[in-house]
């Protein structure tokens, strides 16, 4: 088109469009990005930063075998049933690459964890910033993007895509002081999920409608509905991230290390409710189902561990765990029955020494028994972000029911279906929610690019 402002218009500044203007302008296109809040980030910029990347030159540095088959093993025994495997396939596929491109190209400052596995992890993988805060990722990102004086307008929403014939060229932006046009030969939507919208979630993802929503403000849908009006089809709308151990009421994380290492989830009355081996995301239903939130209960060798991580040492200095010299200290501040609570740590232990399972099921006991002294934190479950969307090609294009695209439009992150599983938390690997933002939002500025050079 030759009335074109821009090749590229990337609606949402979060990792998924700040990686895809990045890249689009590292392939010779003129590219800017549109952000409807005062600030760019998103969910991303909430994370934990993580990125998975099988075969990667970190992991073979460590000493790690790992590839793409390894991966995608991993992630369909999580996911279980998907409706597009193919796309599974290809975010295993170009995992190891998108890190190392955010390493090498954006200059990402990702290292590789490995002091533990994460969920849905067979071995270590998961590439992150050293602090585990997403919100250096993005500051990284960000950093690339100014270097390359790439436009990034915040406080700029989009309203509504400009549609031809049943092709798209660009949209239309509320500036705050009008609306105005911007036409672009490509768009890629780079706005979050729906998690931030209640009819949505009440609509698709009925089982956590009740939690409360953590995520970041502008995962409000737009994308759906934009989506739906042009006849894409949607994929995986009933999967979602939730979190089981947020910190009340501080708002912040509790990070699960506390939990992977040993710890475990108190009800109001001082009892286990389940298997906290089903993962920050899965069990977060179970949580919101026994009503109360919960304490996260841990001692001292797992407090200094999850302590090297900034966001939980910044939680402990607010006050937001507590310690007690012994678990009947811990029962008079929860007002729960001391002889109770000491009996449901006794069994725990128990367990842990044991060879099998407990009577949940866990059988991955970390660093259990617990012993004095304890620390502990009132939780409440949470809603982060959706992992449903548009239906995507393996090149991030919005494809219609009978396998067409809608041309000229591409999406990523959480505007695109994810590798999640049809439904539920249960699905959600570590990392699954920023792959597919930041390899998506890559692949459809590159996917972009080869077509208007065609």
């Given at each position: 088109m030759s009335d074109a402002d821009l090749d590229l218009l990337v609606i949402g500044a979060g990792a998924c469009?700040?990686?895809?203007?990045?890249?689009?302008?590292?392939?010779?296109?003129?590219?800017?990005?549109?952000?409807?809040?005062?600030?760019?980030?998103?969910?991303?910029?909430?994370s934990t930063g993580s990125v998975p990347g099988a075969g990667s030159r970190f992991q073979r540095a460590a000493g790690i075998e790992d590839d793409a088959a390894r991966m995608l093993r991993d992630l369909h025994a999580i996911a279980g049933e998907t409706d597009d495997r193919a796309l599974v396939a290809r975010m295993a596929e170009v995992s190891a690459a998108t890190v190392e491109w955010l390493v090498d190209t954006v200059g990402a400052r990702l290292a590789l964890i490995t002091a533990y596995r994460h969920i849905g992890h067979s071995v270590p993988r998961l590439h992150a910033p050293p602090s585990r805060r997403g919100q250096d990722l993005v500051d990284d990102l960000l950093g690339a993007l100014a270097s390359r004086a790439i436009p990034l307008a915040v406080g700029n929403a989009a309203t509504d895509l400009l549609v031809e014939n049943g092709a798209v060229f660009g949209a239309r932006i509320d500036t705050g002081t009008g609306v105005e046009e911007i036409r672009a030969r490509k768009?890629?939507?780079?706005?979050?999920?729906?998690?931030?919208?209640?009819a949505l979630v009440r609509r698709f993802c009925p089982e956590i409608a009740g939690a409360a929503y953590?995520?970041?403000?502008?995962?409000?849908?737009?994308?759906?509905?934009?989506?739906?009006?042009?006849?894409?089809?949607?994929?995986?709308?009933?999967?979602?991230?939730?979190?089981?151990?947020v910190a009340y009421p501080h708002g912040s994380?509790?990070?699960?290390?506390?939990?992977?290492?040993?710890?475990?989830?108190?009800g109001a009355d001082g009892r286990r409710f389940g298997n906290e081996a089903l993962g920050y995301s899965g069990y977060a239903r179970i949580v919101l189902g026994q009503g109360d939130g919960a304490v996260a209960l841990f001692d001292q060798r797992i407090f200094d561990i999850a302590a090297?991580?900034?966001?939980?040492?910044?939680?402990?200095?607010?006050?937001?765990?507590?310690?007690?010299?012994?678990?009947?200290?811990?029962?008079?501040?929860?007002?729960?029955?001391?002889?109770?609570?000491e009996a449901e740590i006794a069994a725990y232990n128990q367990a842990a020494r044991g060879a099998g399972a407990d009577r949940f099921g866990r059988a991955e006991f970390g660093l259990a028994p617990l012993s004095a002294p304890f620390h502990f934190a009132r939780t409440v479950p949470g809603l982060f972000h959706t992992q449903g969307g548009l239906r995507v090609d393996g090149d991030a294009r919005v494809l219609r029911a009978d396998g067409s695209a809608i041309a000229n439009l591409f999406a990523g992150g959480g505007a695109a279906a994810g590798i999640s599983g049809r439904s539920g938390a249960l699905g959600y690997a570590s990392g699954n929610g920023l792959l597919t933002a930041v390899a998506l939002g890559r692949l459809g500025a590159l996917a972009a690019a080869a077509e208007i050079a065609r």
């Open positions: 469009g700040l990686a895809g203007a990045i890249a689009a302008h590292d392939a010779g296109l003129s590219v800017a990005i549109v952000e409807k809040l005062d600030r760019p980030g998103g969910n991303s910029a909430l768009t890629l939507l780079a706005v979050n999920g729906f998690a931030g919208d209640p953590y995520g970041a403000r502008g995962s409000t849908g737009e994308a759906i509905r934009w989506g739906e009006a042009l006849g894409a089809e949607l994929r995986n709308m009933g999967a979602y991230q939730g979190y089981a151990a994380i509790l990070s699960w290390t506390t939990i992977e290492k040993g710890g475990v989830l108190l090297q991580e900034e966001e939980f040492a910044e939680l402990a200095g607010y006050g937001g765990v507590r310690r007690a010299d012994t678990l009947a200290e811990v029962a008079v501040q929860l007002g729960c029955d001391a002889a109770v609570l």
